[in-house]
């Protein structure tokens, strides 16, 4: 996980508005999800989709200032060796990032992308990894390594 951008005016005593949808936002975090399969051969998640098992995947919560403004999108599109999808969702007062592995191929990446805002009233900080937490989730067969911002993240969660 990395920070593509941070946008905050304020910081530079300039007052700007923005505009998210229907949401007046005073800064704006682009984060940035990369997963590559360095695995010895292809990934194929048969039952990705089902929300029985959703608590299962790989997640991100971010930090509880931290909100998603709008679903995560692939700036690649989906492809055939790489289809990896987020899901947000808010959950116990934190926004929450789910990684859906539907198909991966050997050596493949997918890259997503993540609009947010800090909630609080004074300037935003760049996003650190001690604000993180981090669940690598239950994948037969499946070792995930964090890297970037994730490598050191506050909590490894077992849940």
């Known amino acids: 996980m990395a920070q593509l951008a941070h946008i905050d005016p304020s910081t530079v005593g300039v007052q700007v508005e923005m505009r998210v949808g229907t949401r007046d936002v005073t800064n704006l975090l682009l984060l940035e999800v990369v997963v590559t399969n360095r695995g010895p051969g292809d990934m194929i998640v048969e039952d990705a989709s089902d ?18 403004l709008a679903d995560p999108w692939n700036p ?39 609009l947010c805002t800090y909630q609080a009233d004074a300037s935003s900080p760049s996003l650190e990894s001690s604000a993180l937490s981090f669940f690598p989730g239950f994948m037969p067969e499946v070792d995930i390594q964090p890297a970037g911002l994730l490598r050191r993240p506050a909590k490894i969660l077992d849940r």
């Open 51 to 68: 929300a029985s098992k959703h608590q299962l995947r790989p997640r991100i919560e971010l930090p509880v200032d931290v909100r998603a």
């Open 76 to 114: 690649d599109g989906s492809r055939p060796a790489a289809d990896v999808r987020l899901a947000r969702r808010w959950q116990d007062n934190r926004q929450v990032i789910f990684v859906h592995i539907h198909r991966l191929a050997k050596g493949a990446t997918s890259r997503a992308r993540i």
